[in-house]
């Protein structure tokens, strides 16, 4: 059960959905939201300025129209396309990839003089095919804990989320971060 949630926030949210929806291409699936966001505190290009350099250096370049990536002062947050198999919501390689490799960068912006000290949290989050909003805590980490792609897989499916095979189109591939020995 999610809490009670801001309805302008909600409304946002929606736009900011319906509008990756229209302009991402092609759109399959259910457009949502992965956010990445510290339990207190920033985690935002002024507050964090070396896990940025390393974002933008090692995730950016690998997103596609498919997969945006947004910042805010509460945390990187990702527009993507959930698909369904076997009746449950599933997210791409891609997506558990760039979820990955940003926890990485946030690691490492603190080992070289970031303020890091909470805890980081990821959540999915969107509107289902009832346009009722869902929200799902899969991954917890501390603030020095890097994730694997096992790792967030393992929380996403905790929450009956599955994932789906990114195409193998090179072009397209994000690969695990290098800082990962899983």
């Known amino acids: ?56 250096s090692t995730v950016r370049p690998g997103l596609t129209s498919r997969h945006w990536l947004l910042d805010h002062s509460t945390g990187p ?3 993507t396309f959930a698909g369904r198999a076997l009746a449950e919501l599933a997210l791409c390689e891609t997506t558990v990839a760039t979820m990955a490799r940003i926890v990485c960068a946030r690691v490492k912006g603190a080992r070289q003089g970031d303020p890091c000290e909470a805890a980081l949290t990821a959540l999915v989050r969107g509107f289902d095919e009832r346009g009722e909003y869902f929200e799902r805590t899969v991954w ?23 994932v789906l095979a990114s195409p193998r189109d090179l072009r397209f591939a994000i690969p695990a971060p290098a800082c990962v020995d899983r």
């Open 140 to 162: 917890r980490g501390a603030h020095d804990q890097e994730a694997a792609p096992a790792d967030i897989v393992a929380g996403l499916a905790a929450q009956g989320i599955g």
């Open 77 to 79: 947050e990702i527009l």
């Open 1 to 56: 059960m999610t809490a009670a949630v801001d309805p302008q926030w909600l409304n946002k949210l929606r736009f900011h959905l319906a509008d990756f929806k229209a302009t991402a291409l092609p759109a399959r699936g259910l457009p949502c939201s992965v956010k990445l966001r510290p339990e207190t505190g920033r985690f935002d290009r002024e507050h964090s300025p070396q896990a940025y350099r390393i974002i933008d």
